[in-house]
């Protein structure tokens, strides 16, 4: 979160924006974990 600049501010100021950024930071972590459990 904070390397992508997610901060309590745009959670409180735009949302939607502040949920698509989560959103994105939870698929990279799960595609980390996957590669390096599951698929290696």
């Known amino acids: 979160m904070k390397e992508d600049g ?3 501010t745009i ?3 735009n949302q ?3 949920v ?3 959103n994105a930071v939870r698929e990279t972590a799960t595609e ?3 590669n390096n ?3 290696a």
Do not use: G, P
Request: aromatic share 12%; proline share 0%.
């Open 6 to 8: 997610i901060t309590e």
């Open 20 to 22: 698509q950024r989560m």
């Open 11 to 13: 959670k409180a100021n």
């Open 16 to 18: 939607m924006d502040w």
């Open 37 to 39: 459990l599951i698929y």
């Open 32 to 34: 980390i974990v996957n």
